[in-house]
């Protein structure tokens, strides 16, 4: 017993403090690896994570000054972005001195606000060239959608996806372009709508500018079509569409129709021409009120009452200022003629219908002319297509020289070999 307390003590000697203990395992003399903590005792060294070698610390003190010029110049920024307004400043915001936020603050967020609004603006400050000098440039510009008004899309089975062309489309281009800057405003992209116009107007007659996707804006997820970078005055744009959301900054400048289903029959398009032509033909100062007063109406019906209203009075005054026409018609009833018919011969028209009646004219000797020059029109068309098709490039390194302001390499034309040059030769033969 006195020497297995003697091992037992000499075992406890021999234990180092503030370690764990090793565990006998059962029925077994040998000691096992496995440790329990008996006291903990600290050695008073400091830890390592309240030290940093220099590096660290010279790289913490390079952050926080990073923090402190990144604050400062944000502060700075903000009080430039303050500033009173400039006059080229105010000109590319499209604003002026009455309407722009006349505060530092708010003239700092109205800055501020479009830094990160520049993705949603369009592509270009002002959409249009500016206008042609007079007589060239016509009074009113008409802004004109594609998808369901001009033209639709419709499948069936036998042929798949197709665009069908809306009835009397040809003749609302031809002859409301007698009256108006038409230009082409649609949300389709480039590729998709540039065919469908290529279609519409072969001979580019009619439509005098185009815009796409690009020239829209983006507000709260929504595309619009701004009319502030039209570069036009508001007063005399007029915007045709189907979508009351496209229109929602100017939905005074807007007339909003039932879009077009396909359907063979419709004349909403045609419909149109009569109001639109008369705010050609009298050329009011500014075309919004006007709009407003048949803003929600059927605006092809209310207009043709209102144009039979003014007839009735142009009649009614006529008869009162020409009272021998009604005398001179009783005289003739006499011999057996027809009194109404005499007298309506002798009415003389509006001047509505004067003026009608020239456009009709017109828009007559018009397409006379292109179905007597047709041959001579394709020529040009197919001359201005090959151009264009020379300026392509064929290859990746004429597009980087073009790029890098390389004139394109004309290539071999109908006639022409490569690597062989026509020599004309009498007889108007041509060997190569």
Known sequence: MLAGLARNASRRALRPSGSRAMTQLPNSNVPSLDFSPESE?????KSSKDSLSSVEQKRRNMGRISLAVLVLGFGINAIYMGREWDETELKAKKLTLENAPSSR?????ERFTDIFDYFNKPAWPELLPPTLPPPH???YTLLISIDDLLVTSTWDRQHGWRTAKRPGVDYFLAYISQFYEVVVFTTQNFYTAAPILDKLDRYNFYINHRLYREATRSINGKIVKDLSYLNRPLNTVISLDTNLEHVSTHPENAIVIPPWKGDPNDK????MIPFLESIGIYKPQDVRPILAA???KDIPLEYAKKEAEAKALHVEKWTKDRPQGLAGASFSS???FSPGNTQRSKIPPTYLEQKRREAQE?????QKYIREHKDYLEGLLKKEQEMMANEVPGTLWEAIGQMTGEPPKKKATEGQEAGKEVVPVKGGGASS
Do not use: D
């Open 41 to 45: 005792q600290t050695t008073g060294a």
């Open 137 to 139: 440039q016509k009074p």
């Open 294 to 296: 048949y803003q929600g």
């Open 268 to 271: 909403g398009l045609v419909a």
């Open 362 to 366: 017109q828009y007559a000797e018009e």
């Open 334 to 336: 006499f011999f057996g």
């Open 105 to 109: 603050w708010g003239r700092t967020k």
